[in-house]
């Protein structure tokens, strides 16, 4: 079932969830970042090791041979104690999910080798140490801690009528939803996305198959704008509570 779901998962660095389950250990910081933003991720690290001091191991990722130059790679692992940076396409069968622009994200935090992740963005600003996350009780809960995005273009929406022509039994944190209430076209904010990956794999695969290269731009991204909303459906998909 898992090889027809997601092919993607069999390949030369993963064989299978098993693998991905096996290699997660620890807590940890998942940043996807390339060249362009290469200022903002600097300053990020900045803040993060030596303003915040956060303890926490970072994990960046890039996309392909020319998405991060060698130069930029080996100044952010020397500049910052324990930074670790990795090529993303090496971790999957790129020829399936061609990963590319926000579908980094999920695939990033399965690759990471952290059993509980802090996904933020490159340019994501932090006054405290982002390490608080784990204490809040809704993750103590679920595994889980979403942000909401701004209320914008309230009303109907191509988007909402589409999540509601095929999803028939949502979960009821989905239901309160301003996104599934047509209050807001954005609900999700993906600069920050914590989750316990072991505890919630499978709604991580299902946000992971909405952002497949063939998913995303035949279908997904023509309705929601990118990644953002790709989480608590996928989780909701897999009627995973978040």
Known sequence: LHQTLYPWLYHHHFNGLKDIILNSKGKGIVICAGNKHIRMVRS?????????HTKLPIHIFYNGEEDLTKENQEMLQKEFEDVTVEDITIFFDNSIVKIGG???KPFGILACPFEEVILIDADAMYIH??????????????????????????GPNEGTRWLKSWMDDPLPETRKLRFWNEQSFHEFESSTVVVHKLRNILGLLGAAKLNEQKMRDDVVYKYVYGDKETFWIGFDLA???Y
């Open 44 to 52: 990020t690290l900045d803040t993060l090791r030596n303003v915040i």
């Open 102 to 104: 926000w579908s980094i």
């Open 129 to 154: 140490d982002p390490i608080e996350f784990f204490d809040e009780e809704g993750y103590r809960t679920t595994g889980t801690l979403f942000f909401r995005d701004r209320t914008i273009l309230p």
């Open 239 to 241: 009627r995973e509570h």
